[in-house]
Structures are given as C-alpha cells and as structure tokens.
C-alpha cells in the first residue's frame, strides 16, 4: 500500500468513517461480489448506462474496514463499471492507468487533513502552492484534469480556535491571490483548480462536518472562483454540504456556478439509497430527501467534462464476509438542465 499525505494519516489516527459513505443517484442497487457468489458473477463486470461518469473516492475504503491500497480499488472499480478513482496521491497513477482507469480529481498533497491549512492564510502559502503545484504536474504528466483546494480554516494558526479569526474579506482576497497563481501554472498543464465547500454545522463526527472551515458558503466559494479570472479555477460543488449549509440544491446547481466536480454523500435521507430496496442502519448524512438531486447533477453532467465521485458502499453481510454494491444512474434527464452553462 502506497502511503498518501493527502486525508490518510489524519483520518485513520482519529479513526474516521467506521464504514464506508455510499453515494449515488439510485433507481436500483446491484450487488457486485458477496461471498456466496459464483466465480463468474464475482468476475462479471456491471454494465452502466453511460450518462454520468462515475468515481470511487481513495481515503473512503483506505482509512477504515480492510483498507484496501490502490490495486484493490481499482479492481472493485471496475466491476461496479466506474472510471475513476479519486483523491489519491499521483504515485499511485501508475496503478490506476494500468487498470485503464483515471483520476476525477487529484489530492492537493498536503499532509494531515488538507482542508485545514489552505489557501485563505498567507502563512500557509508557500507550503500549500509548493504542494498543489507538485499535484498539478503529476496529473498533467498523466492527462488528468483536475486538482482540489480547499480555502482552509478561519483562524490564523488553523488549529488553534484562539489564535484569532481571519475575516472573510481578508480570506477571500489571499484565496483569490493564490488561485492566480496556481491557475497560472495550472493553465500551462491544462489542469483545473477545484475549491471545495465545506459544511461548519455537523460536529457530530469529524468527517460530517468541519467547524472553523471558511469556505462554508457555497456563493462566497463561487465568488472567489470567479474573482480569479480563470477558466482553471472551478468550485468542487458537494451536494451533501451544501444542502446542509445552503439548501435549494437543485435550484443552486441551475445557477450556473463555475463548477467542474460533483460530489454526494449517501444516506437514505437524501434520496440516495431508496427504503425498502436497501434499507441504511447507518446515521444519515443530510436532510436532502429529493432524488431529484442527482438527477439533476446528471443532466448538467451530460453536456460537461466533469466527473461525479462515487464513494461506494462496503458493507458486511450476514455472513461475515463483504458486499459492493453500485448504484445506477437515472437514464433520462429534464432537457431544460442540459441548456445550462454547466458544460
């Protein structure tokens, strides 16, 4: 197993995400492997409708259950019929195009939880643009096309909530200025740049949420993208977040944000996982009860080059042993979405 800076090593100490989040728009759920299966189900790849192109998320199935390294996921990705996987480190590449795979959207390299210190804190500058760059050449090296970032934590020592705050001008101007440059840069590599919303609201778990994270207003994220004044700099628009944050989801994504990546944590409470067909015993994620959601996400998706991440389930079964299941995507979408600027 390759060892990534980027949510490894501060996940796993805390001990985050017993089980893995399930995402997806469901109008059914597959089972891919159970340890009843014959032989030629467990090597019978799933057939997707095409419409949306699907990711697994890396730390998700890394940090916690079995922690499976880059070879296994990508073997599990491609029988759930994904694309991609995301969010690891570019020495793990290799493995992923090897399995004819790609990578939606690459980590930004930084160590421990790399939302914390970010782009809003000039202190943390250097490390965090040496860092992201190092990830924009790798992806660039490989034909990827995105890169996540993250505004960071309001208080001027991230960690320390008495250090003082940051205003939010003062964070959205240090984040406009180093989006300049790393679009730059990215730009010479035709790499995006992707901001990620984070909700401040959930403390119930260090993985629903993040108290202190600036960048928890979907429109002040936006507005920092479109400040930079490039086609490179792009917000990461994640559904469960912002629900929680902002609501009006699918009113949201008819705005026309500059977004590239989408993103939706699972819970039977936003539609994702239908009760009844597969039941979540799992405390639920978001208030978001519309399946609509998603629907929507695949009709801006038709007509763009962004990719929607996926984190599957593991779940165990009865019998001791470990399921995957994929969800499958809505085969139509309103017209009305793929007029939108989302392209």
């Not at 960071?152 to 008495?162: I, L, Q, S, T, V």
């Amino acid at each position: 197993m390759s060892s990534h800076p980027t949510f490894g090593s501060h996940f796993s100490r805390r001990k985050v995400l017993a089980t893995a989040i399930a995402a997806g728009a469901a109008s059914a759920l597959h089972p891919i492997t159970h340890p009843a299966a014959s032989a030629a189900e467990k090597a019978k790849t799933v057939v997707i409708k095409g419409n949306i192109k699907q990711s697994i998320v890396f730390w998700c199935f890394n940090v916690s259950g079995d922690k499976w390294d880059i070879e296994k996921q990508c073997q599990v990705a491609k029988q759930l019929g994904c694309v991609s996987i995301e969010l690891g480190d570019h020495k793990d590449f290799p493995v992923i195009k090897k399995h004819g795979l790609t990578c939606a959207i690459a980590g930004n390299r930084m160590p421990g939880a790399p939302f914390m210190r970010g782009l809003n804190n000039p202190d943390y500058h250097a490390e965090v643009i040496a860092r992201t760059k190092e990830a924009i050449d790798g992806c660039a090296e490989y034909g990827y096309g995105n890169v996540i970032a993250f505004t960071g934590y309001k208080w001027k020592k991230a960690e320390d909530p008495n250090s003082g705050e940051i205003s939010l001008e003062e964070g959205a101007n240090n984040c406009v200025k180093a989006l300049k440059e790393l679009c730059a840069y990215a730009d010479k590599k035709n790499v995006n740049i992707c901001v990620e919303h984070l909700n401040t609201r959930d403390d119930s778990h260090p993985m629903k949420g993040h108290p202190g994270y600036q960048g928890d207003d979907i429109d002040y994220v936006a507005n920092i993208a479109r400040r930079v004044g490039s086609p490179r700099a792009k917000i990461l628009f994640d559904i469960y977040h912002v629900q929680i944050m902002n609501g009006d989801v699918i009113r949201r994504i008819e705005h026309q944000l500059p977004a590239d990546h989408a993103q939706a944590a699972g819970d039977r409470l936003q539609g994702l996982r239908r009760p009844g067909i597969h039941p979540d015993p799992r405390p639920a994620r978001g208030p978001d009860r519309s399946g609509q959601t998603l629907r929507r996400v695949t009709a801006t998706s038709l007509r763009r080059r962004s990719q929607h991440s996926l984190p599957t389930s593991r779940e165990n079964s009865a019998a001791g042993g470990q399921r995957v299941v994929r969800v499958d995507f809505f085969q139509r979408a309103d017209r009305l979405f793929q007029q939108l600027l989302f392209r």
